[in-house]
């Protein structure tokens, strides 16, 4: 069997819930529908670093935005980060197709939009040359489960360009 050459970055804890805040996980292990639909499509799944769990560690309490947006945490980011980017990078050279990323919406961290780790890495992929262009997320909902035929499961385009590496919304 041939490879599709076609990846989707998705945040850690898409495939591991194990990483996620106690009480704010969303499945008990793997986040199902995801899964399957990136395999459903022929996507090859590339997981990103856990921010937090690596920061702060398993036991850390829920956190905001605006908590996380230290220095500290940014300069983790991109540690954590640097490798991540090159991988991606190489992936690239080499004639696959990074289709897209899959975030946590609601999420302080991997959230598309408003994620402080989310937006270091489309900063750190933009300035290495690593094109990424379009987000879906899990749905921050009651069940979590993600749909890409539901709007609260699509993100948009992403546009690496403007100030601090920040997400467009889709109608932007």
Aim: some cysteine; charged content about 25%; glycine content about 10%.
């Amino acid at each position: 069997m041939q490879r599709s050459k076609r990846i989707v970055v998705a945040s850690h804890c898409v495939i591991n819930q194990n990483a996620v805040v106690e009480g704010e996980a969303r499945s008990p292990g793997v986040m199902k529908a995801a899964v399957d639909w990136t395999y459903e499509q022929g996507y090859g799944m590339f997981q990103l670093p856990c921010p937090e769990f690596t920061f702060l560690g398993p036991e850390r309490p829920p956190m905001t935005v605006e908590e996380y947006d230290t220095p500290e945490f940014r300069a983790h980011n991109r540690k954590i980060l640097l490798p991540v980017v090159e991988q991606l990078k190489t992936y690239q050279d080499h004639g696959y197709t990074i289709v897209g990323g899959l975030g946590i919406s609601g999420s302080p961290s991997c959230d598309p939009g408003k994620g402080v780790f989310m937006r270091d890495f489309l900063e750190l992929a933009a300035e290495g040359g690593v094109d990424i262009d379009f987000f879906w997320q899990i749905p921050n909902t009651a069940d979590g489960t993600f749909n890409p035929d539901d709007a609260k499961s699509v993100f948009g385009p992403v546009n690496q360009d403007k100030p601090e590496g920040k997400a467009a919304t889709i109608n932007d």
